[in-house]
């Protein structure tokens, strides 16, 4: 065994390896967070002082980081945060975990995984093994990762190690977390993949599966999330064609899901929110153009999916038409914008063009989230109402229940609307139905 390798495998085993992580969000921040919980000392990096000093504060900005895990770590001086990557010069392992969104014209944007590697190979020594966790399109370790960290003269596989693991963090799941989601590990070699494998047995309670390369553990990412966005176009797709045949297409889902094999339940909504399954989908697209082929199925579901919020607008007129009244000068009254239910994440929610679409139509738009008070598309600010009142559903002409949180009072928005436009079957348990239009 290399000394290199054994050196680190030891150094794992008794915890004295220097753990760092760049990129203190969503991801980041919880990884960091169990590493430190499980007696390493644990370096964050991040760009944004107030991330940095918040972390160095024992403030914990992260919803999925429960009670004073974060403000333990910090006082027990096994978690602190930097902006100074010359800090990795100290540290064995670092697992890179920032951002990979899609630029204005939906290609992908990989700057701060750049960025970030650039950092860190200023101070790549011999010894490290360093693990990228953003998703991204198959061949960023080897093809981009890999040149920036060798570019001092050290040779991975042989000076340090590299791996991909994707992150499958999902904000606001309460059963699965950083802590116990089964993770994959591809290395450059099998030594990469072991020590970088190691690291996470060591600390992650899910299970750590191992693949011949960082493109598979690249490439099953994105199959995990454009199998979503799939298979969400093709429920939407399904919404529209019962619709015009007059068929309740979330009954024909209770229906489907009685299959006990070969069938998973996945349900129409306004559109595709969040930042990774209207995304990643795009990565692959755009990778799979330098190997000549184009991804019809993404491209078809993307359209289906970007064209809900129309679809919905759509909707909500012919409510309107029925009541012989225009979308022009309607009341509107758009109950919640979250990407989805219980979170106050709002990153490409479709809502955001659904409240765009109303008022280009002239219609006399407010929304309610109790998660969103104001938010920020396309340089506009939007802010909503700060309660929900009797009066606001009474004198909306169409109420539009876009995001289906568990808080609202399904009940009464029914009984006070005089129209409810229900694109997710959130209140399938009210009884009286004479008023809701579903989606
Ligand atoms: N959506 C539908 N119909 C569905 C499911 C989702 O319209 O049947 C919509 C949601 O309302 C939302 C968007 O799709 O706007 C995305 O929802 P999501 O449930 O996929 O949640 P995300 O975006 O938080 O996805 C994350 C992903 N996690 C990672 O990428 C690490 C994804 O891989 C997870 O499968 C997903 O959480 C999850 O299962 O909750």
Redesign the pocket.
């Known amino acids: 065994m290399s000394n290199i390798k054994s050196e680190l495998l030891g150094k794992i085993k008794d915890k004295s390896a220097v753990v760092g992580i760049v990129g203190l969000g969503y ?1 980041g921040l919880p990884l960091a967070v169990e590493f430190a919980k499980a007696g390493y000392r644990t370096i964050g990096f991040d760009v944004q002082a107030k991330k940095v000093d918040a972390v160095n504060a024992g403030h914990n900005y992260i919803g999925d980081i429960v009670g004073d895990t974060l403000k333990n770590a910090v006082e027990a001086g096994r978690l602190t945060a930097t902006s100074d990557f010359a800090f990795i010069r100290k540290v064995d392992a670092v697992a890179i975990c920032v951002p990979t969104p899609l630029d204005k014209y939906q290609q992908p944007d990989i700057s701060y995984v750049k960025g970030s590697t650039e950092s860190v190979a200023k101070y790549v020594h011999g010894g490290m093994v360093i693990i990228l966790e953003s ?1 991204t399109y198959p061949g960023t370790t080897e093809e981009l990762l890999k040149p920036i960290l060798e570019a001092g003269g050290l040779k991975c596989g042989r000076d340090f190690y590299l791996a991909f693991s ?8 309460k059963q699965y977390k950083t802590k116990n989601t089964p993770k994959v590990v591809g290395g450059i070699g099998r030594d990469s993949t072991e020590v970088a494998a190691a690291l996470y047995r060591s600390v992650l309670a899910g299970g750590v599966f191992e693949v011949s390369s960082p493109a598979v553990a690249e490439m099953e ?1 994105l199959l ?2 454009t199998y ?2 799939i ?2 176009g093709l ?2 797709e399904m919404a529209i064609i019962c619709h015009r045949m007059g068929i309740n297409v979330w009954e024909v889902i209770e229906a489907a899901k009685t299959k006990p094999y070969g069938f998973q ?14 995304l ?1 989908p795009f990565y692959l697209a755009w990778k799979a153009r330098e190997y000549d082929y184009h991804t019809r199925l993404i491209e078809t579901s993307g359209e289906i ?1 970007t064209g809900m919020p129309e679809y919905v607008v759509q909707r909500a007129m012919t409510v309107l038409n029925r009541d012989k009244k225009s979308m022009n000068g309607a009341k509107v009254l758009v109950m919640g914008v979250a ?3 219980d ?1 106050d ?1 709002y990153r ?3 809502a955001l063009n659904i409240v765009d679409l109303l008022l280009k139509q002239g219609a006399d738009t407010t929304f309610y989230d109790p998660y969103i008070p104001e938010y920020r598309h396309k340089g506009k600010t939007h802010t909503g109402a700060r309660e929900l009142t009797d009066e606001m559903l009474k004198r909306a002409d169409i109420v539009i229940i876009c ?1 289906a949180h568990s808080c609202f009072d399904y009940d009464k928005i029914q009984k006070l609307s005089q129209e409810v436009f229900d694109t ?1 079957n959130a209140m399938k348990d009210v009884k009286d139905r004479s008023n809701i239009e579903l989606l």
Request: net charge negative; charged share 25%.
């Open positions: 991801v998703t994707p992150e499958r963090v999902d904000p606001g799941n990412k995990e999330n979503r966005n298979n969400i429920a939407n339940a996945f349900y129409p909504g306004p559109g595709l929110g969040g930042h990774c399954i209207p990643d999916n990407y989805k239910a979170i994440d490409e929610s479709p995001t997710r």
